[in-house]
């Protein structure tokens, strides 16, 4: 970090000292260009180890301006789970809420409530994000169920656990309310209820190594992103209520090429979008990356991500990175995870099917998930264990997206899903889609890399004041002073007591931490 200093800045007269009212619009001027410029300059100097560590884990400002490790949508409103079914609040259609839940226990039960027609499927998704200071063990987890006025569950229960990895990061588990065949339950319209509800041993540390000043996860409650989707009933019957048995398991041929920078976003609703290709990116110990990528009716998804080595350290973690795949309703699919020993490790997912309305028949989750058009979230986490033996990082990041298959006509439905937009395939080129703002192009001390130079020239460009203009307007000025002061020297004048000759004092920024969190663990 820069240090701050009375008249200028130690690195090159940004900020030198007050020249009277006359210089006031170029010193300002020339305030905003340095300390917009500053911060740049520091980014390429990675923090110590405990430095970085600290900024992981703390629950300041991510590098995106959200609070805390995980990236909440913008639009979430925020809403209380109820102990009891009575007073749980009504969740809406296409909506997205903040929660939290308590310890493993009684606090750790929580209702909200949906009304639900006949004819709709509904679909509900829980992000759980563990708070900063806190770790947890391969049984720690979080189950969603939806169920009927008399306590029946409408699906199976959707389940979700942190696993090997040990290591803090969001988890999402989801459930629904199918009314497309006649195996379901809840098939009359009425009220339901959510039901999330935090697993694993209560009020134990289980042996947990975590880092120093940590607790146990159980006594630390966690957030909650919650999801409500609905799902349009098809005009006509479905023509079959059970899942295709033949499809390409083969996974295709291994991508090459020159891998394109993608910054991952650090939650669900800032996924960084993917197209085919090869993708790379930066990730620190503790962090998560959230990308997203569209797949279309008919089409398949095969993605592999790639670890780089490192020439720092010794030992091994047992695992280290973790690939989850989640559909369009946050649905989890599958995931994979691999070791690290500080050579470069690749991990695959498994061969999925095409997507189809009819895959939702199916019992294995693998091919149900893959029922949906949209946008797939892929979700890769490295355990904050890897800094122990490999240092902070950053640890280079090579995704291979391949989305095989021609697009084809989706179901007709007989009405509008809710978002409306959720099964539908984002158009145009990825890249222009990459400029919105969804992306969180950080590397992975949490300083802006492009992006940061490039905001600063979006900065001046929209102050209409080029660095030329500047220099000149600065001489041209100093000129003047000049000459007013060799009149001073020979008619000496009194100074008026409320001139401003003090120097300036720049704020220096201070250095954005880490965002933090990640995918299911194995």
Same mark, same amino acid.
């Given at each position: 970090?820069?240090?701050?200093t009375?008249?200028? *800045?130690?690195g090159?007269?940004?900020?030198?000292p007050?020249?009277?009212?006359?210089?006031v619009?170029v010193?300002?001027t020339?305030?905003?260009?340095?300390?917009?410029l500053a911060?740049?300059g520091?980014?390429?100097?990675?923090?110590g180890?405990a430095?970085?560590?600290?900024?992981a884990?703390g629950?300041?400002?991510?590098?995106d301006g959200?609070?805390?490790?995980?990236?909440?949508?913008?639009?979430?409103?925020?809403?209380?789970?109820?102990?009891?079914?009575?007073?749980?609040a009504?969740?809406?259609?296409?909506?997205?809420?903040?929660?939290?839940i308590?310890a493993v226990?009684?606090?750790?039960?929580?209702?909200?409530?949906?009304?639900?027609?006949?004819?709709s499927d509904?679909?509900?998704?829980?992000?759980?994000?563990?708070?900063?200071g806190?770790?947890?063990?391969?049984s720690?987890?979080l189950?969603?169920?939806?169920?009927?006025?008399?306590?029946? &569950?409408?699906?199976s229960?959707g389940?979700? *656990?942190?696993?090997?990895t040990?290591?803090?990061?969001?988890?999402a588990a989801?459930?629904?309310r199918?009314?497309?065949?006649?195996?379901y339950?809840?098939?009359?319209e009425?009220t339901?209820y959510?039901?999330?509800e935090r697993?694993?041993?209560?009020?134990?540390?289980?042996?947990?190594a975590?880092?120093?000043?940590?607790?146990?996860?159980a006594?630390?409650p966690?957030?909650?992103?919650l999801?409500?989707?609905?799902e349009?009933?098809?005009?006509?019957?479905?023509?079959?209520?059970?899942?295709?048995?033949?499809?390409n398991?083969?996974?295709?041929?291994?991508?090459?090429?020159?891998?394109? *920078?993608?910054?991952g976003?650090?939650?669900?609703?800032?996924a960084?979008?993917?197209?085919q290709g090869?993708?790379?990116?930066?990730?620190?110990p503790?962090?998560?990356?959230?990308y997203?990528?569209?797949?279309?009716?008919g089409?398949?998804?095969?993605?592999?991500?790639?670890?780089?080595?490192?020439s720092?350290?010794e030992?091994?973690?047992?695992?280290?990175?973790?690939?989850?795949?989640?559909?369009?309703?946050?649905?989890?699919?599958?995931?994979?995870?691999s070791?690290?020993?500080?050579?470069?490790?690749?991990?695959?997912?498994?061969?999925?099917?095409?997507?189809?309305?009819?895959?939702?028949?199916?019992?294995?989750?693998?091919v149900?998930?893959?029922?949906?058009?949209g946008?797939?979230?892929?979700?890769? *986490?490295?355990?904050?264990q890897?800094?122990?033996?490999?240092?902070?990082?950053?640890?280079?990041?090579?995704?291979?997206? &391949?989305?095989?298959?021609?697009?084809?006509?989706?179901?007709?439905?007989?009405?509008?899903?809710?978002p409306?937009?959720v099964?539908?395939?984002p158009?145009?080129?990825?890249?222009?889609?990459?400029?919105?703002?969804?992306?969180?192009?950080t590397?992975?001390t949490?300083?802006?890399?492009?992006?940061g130079?490039?905001g600063?020239?979006?900065?001046i460009?929209?102050?209409?004041?080029?660095?030329g203009?500047?220099?000149?307007?600065?001489?041209?000025?100093?000129?003047?002073?000049?000459?007013?002061?060799?009149?001073?020297?020979?008619?000496?004048a009194?100074?008026p007591e409320?001139?401003?000759?003090?120097s300036?004092?720049?704020p220096?920024p201070?250095?954005?931490?880490?965002?933090?969190?990640?995918?299911?663990?194995?």
């Amino acid at each position: 970090m820069g240090r701050r200093t009375g008249g200028r *800045h130690d690195g090159g007269r940004c900020a030198g000292p007050g020249y009277g009212r006359t210089l006031v619009a170029v010193t300002a001027t020339t305030a905003v260009l340095c300390v917009t410029l500053a911060p740049v300059g520091r980014a390429a100097a990675a923090p110590g180890a405990a430095g970085a560590r600290a900024a992981a884990e703390g629950p300041g400002t991510a590098a995106d301006g959200t609070s805390g490790p995980y990236a909440f949508a913008e639009d979430a409103v925020v809403v209380e789970g109820a102990s009891g079914t009575t007073d749980s609040a009504l969740l809406r259609p296409g909506r997205t809420y903040k929660s939290s839940i308590g310890a493993v226990g009684r606090d750790g039960r929580l209702y909200y409530r949906l009304e639900l027609d006949a004819v709709s499927d509904a679909y509900v998704s829980a992000t759980a994000v563990p708070r900063p200071g806190g770790t947890v063990s391969y049984s720690d987890g979080l189950k969603v169920s939806l169920q009927d006025a008399n306590g029946r &569950n409408c699906s199976s229960t959707g389940s979700v *656990h942190f696993g090997a990895t040990q290591s803090p990061h969001p988890v999402a588990a989801w459930a629904s309310r199918e009314t497309s065949g006649e195996r379901y339950a809840c098939q009359a319209e009425g009220t339901y209820y959510v039901v999330v509800e935090r697993t694993g041993a209560a009020g134990t540390t289980r042996g947990t190594a975590g880092p120093s000043g940590t607790e146990p996860s159980a006594p630390r409650p966690w957030d909650l992103e919650l999801g409500y989707v609905s799902e349009p009933r098809l005009r006509t019957a479905p023509d079959t209520t059970t899942a295709p048995e033949i499809w390409n398991s083969a996974s295709p041929e291994a991508l090459v090429g020159e891998a394109r *920078h993608r910054g991952g976003g650090a939650g669900f609703s800032r996924a960084a979008p993917l197209e085919q290709g090869v993708w790379k990116d930066t990730v620190g110990p503790g962090q998560t990356r959230f990308y997203k990528v569209p797949v279309d009716w008919g089409q398949q998804v095969h993605v592999t991500a790639d670890l780089g080595s490192s020439s720092r350290g010794e030992g091994s973690v047992g695992t280290a990175l973790v690939m989850a795949l989640y559909n369009p309703v946050r649905g989890f699919v599958d995931d994979v995870g691999s070791g690290y020993d500080g050579d470069q490790r690749s991990v695959a997912l498994g061969p999925l099917p095409p997507v189809a309305y009819e895959n939702r028949y199916a019992l294995n989750d693998r091919v149900s998930g893959m029922r949906f058009a949209g946008s797939y979230y892929l979700v890769v *986490h490295l355990a904050a264990q890897v800094a122990d033996r490999f240092g902070e990082g950053p640890f280079g990041l090579t995704l291979r997206v &391949n989305v095989s298959g021609a697009a084809q006509t989706g179901p007709s439905y007989a009405g509008k899903p809710e978002p409306r937009d959720v099964f539908a395939v984002p158009a145009g080129d990825i890249d222009d889609a990459a400029g919105d703002g969804t992306a969180d192009r950080t590397t992975g001390t949490g300083q802006g890399g492009d992006t940061g130079r490039s905001g600063v020239m979006r900065l001046i460009a929209a102050g209409g004041i080029g660095t030329g203009t500047l220099l000149t307007l600065t001489l041209g000025m100093w000129t003047v002073v000049a000459r007013r002061r060799a009149a001073r020297a020979v008619r000496p004048a009194a100074v008026p007591e409320d001139a401003d000759t003090a120097s300036a004092s720049l704020p220096v920024p201070s250095q954005a931490p880490w965002e933090q969190g990640a995918a299911r663990g194995l």
